[in-house]
């Protein structure tokens, strides 16, 4: 569906949508309905919160992105018929942001309140989201923001509605030619705060600047092209 908004046309989704069904999610095409754009670094394409909503979620559910960023999630949500909770602690990062907090530290959200959290956690300190608020994990280094990263599972535990899904993506990351398995120890946070793993969807990536800054120059390692889509479940048993 479009609108036009003046003499601009707005479409409100995509011309050509179907809904994944396998664990292998690819969008050559970013997405660009309605304000979505790639302008914000590191930003997810709307595409897997789209499929996120529609497969975990149903109308007037109550959405959580703790990492908000750009609004990407809450937009989708919106479009969709959800509610949604945005959190992020750069308070810069979004025109539609909804709260300044912390991920690690979610008092104004009630146990046992959320439907599905769909969010996208920055990669360490691959790219830094401020310039230095306290509590901005994307300055952490790798152990110190897995470190991090528990208190955020945890949270996200106590505020999602039991049989609730947390759905999650990130990748991994390279330093000095070596991968650090920042996907599946990110993932491993979450399964100790009790969380059920239900699916790891392997995303190809497409239009990486790292893969732009080294077309032509001899390398002796593989790009990394893949980020991780984990799909968890809230069990009865809580974990402290």
Known sequence: MSKKKGEILIREAPEKFKLEDTTIWSFPERGSWVTHSGKYRGNWSPYIPRNLILRYSKKNDWILDQFLGSGTTLIEAKLLGRNA????????????????????????????SIDLICTHPPYADIIRYSKKIPGDISHLKYEEFLMALEQVA????????K???CAFMIGDIRRAGYVLPLGMNSMQKFVDAGFKLKEIVIKEQHNCRAADYWDGKERNFLMLAHEYIFILKKTDDYKS
Do not use: H, W
């Open 154 to 161: 945890r949270e996200a535990y106590r505020v999602l509605k």
């Open 85 to 112: 909770i945005g959190v992020d602690i750069n308070q810069e990062s979004s025109k539609i942001f909804t709260k300044q907090g912390n991920a690690t530290e979610l008092s104004f959200i009630k146990d046992d």
């Open 163 to 165: 049989q609730g899904i």
